[in-house]
């Protein structure tokens, strides 16, 4: 476990940008694993001002995200797909058709995840997986449970987790309640995760996945036992470690 301690969100933004710009430089044809979310979206706006620059290529990327919320589909401003569209994708030259993510929208879900997680497969998983963490220490839209859950599934929404994302909707019965997410032996299958968090919200939960007991109670705190784990996060969230 490496930690890269910064002063504020923008700096872990940057940082955290770098390492997937070094990913991309090094091996174009990268499968980069992505999240959505306020901890990430710094990042993909550094990463879209390097390629601007022209330092980058996206070109042969393939990317694969963690989740996707059910019910809503691509033209939901609500969505994930939407959000990644819109905050990365239709800014650099990535193929729309090398991106993927789940259909919240498919008419069966156990076909849905059983598709999703071909796709993760046949990739062998990610070289690199942005993670962000939430408040319970799930990560994707694995919540607290009383197993690891390994491959994509279809998951429903603890009420910290709803009221959580409540800030993106106008109302809080607006929030999705179920979710289509990678599990966890998905994530872990990437050869690098980049973990970023940022706040003082995130301080307890934090100091809980990386140094507390490792168990589904707490489902980020499975990543102490990967072997490539980078925790880019600002002062506040690491005020308790």
Known sequence: MKIIKTKNYEEMSRKAANIFFAQVVAKPDSVLGLATGSSVLGLYENLIKHYKNGDVDFSD?????????????KESDQSYRYYMDNNLFN????????????????????????????????????????????????????????????????????????????????????????AVTMGIQNIMQAKQIVLCVCGKQKAKILKAVLFGDVTPNVPGSILQLHNNLIVAADEDALSEI
């Open 61 to 73: 990327i393939k990317t694969i995200n963690l989740d996707e919320y059910a019910g809503l589909g």
């Open 91 to 178: 800014h650099v030259n990535v193929k729309k058709e090398n991106t993927n993510l789940p259909n919240g929208l498919a008419k069966d879900m156990k076909v849905e995840c059983k598709r999703y997680n071909d796709i993760i497969e046949n990739f062998g998983g990610a070289d690199i997986q942005l993670l962000g963490l939430g408040l319970n220490g799930h990560i994707g839209f694995n919540e607290p449970s009383d197993v690891f859950p390994k491959e994509t599934h279809l998951v429903d929404l603890e009420e910290s987790t709803i009221k959580a994302n409540s800030r993106f909707f106008e109302n809080e019965k607006d929030v999705p309640r179920q």
